[in-house]
């Protein structure tokens, strides 16, 4: 039987390399590996249904399950901060995504996995951060992970509040559809969230 796309040999020295920084990882706030892999999750879904590639589904996956690893460099005090942040502390904290972009640019990969995670901030307005890209200048993957990221932001419990409703996420959804959000991004989205799929990757456990 030949070898699926899943098991290339580049999937697989990335997946290695992948893994021995998120073996750096160990001690940080659980919440945030936690995040990460509902992250990935919602992000492959998304992925399978806009037609991408088994092997594009696969290193997005990678990425968006370490999206936040350049959280690893935030000061704690910051990290966790219960007060709202400062001015200089919120920079601070957007600098995660160049220090995840630093972190897996040294894998090396042929794969532009450093500029998924570099670029899950970025909005296709050009009002995202680090760098202010706008949509023709970011990889579908990176919108992807995006997307993901802010569904599970509002749809998953937290200790301190509850997740939204199926229809309060959709309504922010449609929100900022277009002007944050990319659009085909955006209603894959609303289409898992209408299966219940959405619901159950983030209700997985683990």
Same mark, same amino acid.
Not at 44 to 47: D, E, H, I, T
């Given at each position: 039987?030949?070898a699926?796309? $899943?098991?290339?040999?580049?999937i697989r020295? @990335?997946?290695k390399?992948?893994?021995?920084?998120?073996?750096?990882?160990?001690?940080?706030?659980?919440?945030?590996?936690?995040?990460?892999?509902?992250?990935?999750?919602?992000a492959?879904?998304?992925?399978q249904?806009?037609g991408?590639?088994?092997?594009?589904? %696969?290193?997005?996956?990678l %990425?968006a399950? /370490?999206?936040? /690893?350049?959280?690893l460099?935030?000061?704690?005090? /910051?990290?966790?901060? %219960?007060?709202?942040?400062?001015?200089?502390?919120?920079?601070? @904290?957007?600098?995660?995504?160049?220090? *995840?972009?630093?972190?897996?640019? @040294?894998l090396r990969s042929?794969?532009p996995?450093?500029?998924?995670? $570099?670029? $899950?901030?970025? +909005?296709?307005?050009?009002?995202?951060?680090?760098? *202010?890209l706008?949509?023709?200048?970011?990889h579908?993957?990176? +919108? /992807?992970i995006?997307?993901?990221?802010?569904?599970?932001?509002m749809?998953?419990?937290?200790?301190?509040?509850? *997740?939204?409703?199926?229809?309060?996420v959709?309504?922010?959804?449609k929100?900022?559809?277009?002007?944050?959000?990319?659009?085909?991004?955006?209603?894959?989205?609303? $289409?898992?969230? *209408?299966?219940?799929?959405?619901?159950?990757?983030?209700?997985?456990?683990?």
């Open positions: 039987m030949a699926s796309e $899943h098991e290339l040999p580049e020295e @990335l997946r390399g992948v893994e021995r920084l998120r073996s750096l990882a160990v001690g940080r706030d659980p919440r945030t590996g936690a995040h990460e892999r509902r992250v990935a999750r919602v492959r879904s998304l992925a249904l806009l991408l590639t088994p092997l594009r589904v %696969a290193v997005l996956e %990425a399950g /370490i999206h936040d /690893i350049g959280k460099q935030i000061p704690p005090a /910051i990290l966790h901060k %219960a007060a709202p942040l400062t001015d200089a502390e919120r920079e601070i @904290l957007r600098g995660h995504a160049r220090h *995840g972009y630093e972190a897996l640019a @040294l042929p794969f996995i450093a500029d998924f995670v $570099h670029e $899950h901030h970025e +909005r296709v307005d050009g009002r995202g951060y680090p760098r *202010g706008t949509r023709h200048d970011l579908l993957e990176s +919108r /992807i995006t997307v993901a990221d802010v569904y599970d932001a749809a998953s419990r937290r200790s301190y509040q509850p *997740g939204r409703s199926d229809d309060e959709a309504a922010e959804l929100r900022v559809r277009g002007a944050q959000l990319d659009e085909a991004v955006v209603d894959a989205c609303l $289409h898992l969230i *209408g299966t219940g799929e959405a619901a159950r990757c983030v209700a997985e456990p683990g």
